[in-house]
Nanobody, 126 residues
Framework: QVHLVESGGGLVQAGDSLRLSCASS????????MGWFRQAPGKDREFVGI????????FYADSVKGRFTISRDNAENMVYLAMNSLKPEDTAVYYC???????????????????WGQGTQVTVSS
């Protein structure tokens, strides 16, 4: 079992920055690929970005590439999403998620992830 808890969301203005955190329980955090997703009301959960188990590789959705940065600290069982130049269309509930598949780690669909946090709200005003 893996328990994930997001934090760091809030209300910001367009152009501002936020850093989201995801704390993980469990003894094997450094074996998990970690992803970030977001979901606005009435819309599907969409992929934001992903970081591999060792933190050496990342991949981002086109909508956030160049603005968002994923990092992880395996010693602290933490993964982060640093968001810069926020736009109103970034408004959503942001979720961290985990999967343990090593041979095909770059997964961008929500149904490919086994573990999810409760989400944290990010609201960007214009």
């Amino acid at each position: 079992q893996v328990h994930l808890v997001e934090s760091g969301g809030g209300l910001v203005q367009a152009g501002d920055s936020l850093r989201l955190s995801c704390a993980s329980s469990g003894r094997a955090f450094n074996t998990y690929t970690m992803g970030w997703f977001r979901q606005a009301p009435g819309k599907d959960r969409e992929f934001v970005g992903i970081i591999n188990w060792g933190g050496m590789h990342t991949f981002y959705a086109d909508s956030v590439k160049g603005r968002f940065t994923i990092s992880r600290d395996n010693a602290e069982n933490m993964v982060y999403l640093a968001m810069n130049s926020l736009k109103p269309e970034d408004t959503a509930v942001y979720y961290c998620a985990a999967h343990s598949t090593s041979y095909d780690w770059l997964k961008t669909r929500a149904d490919e992830y086994a573990y999810w946090g409760q989400g944290t709200q990010v609201t960007v005003s214009s």
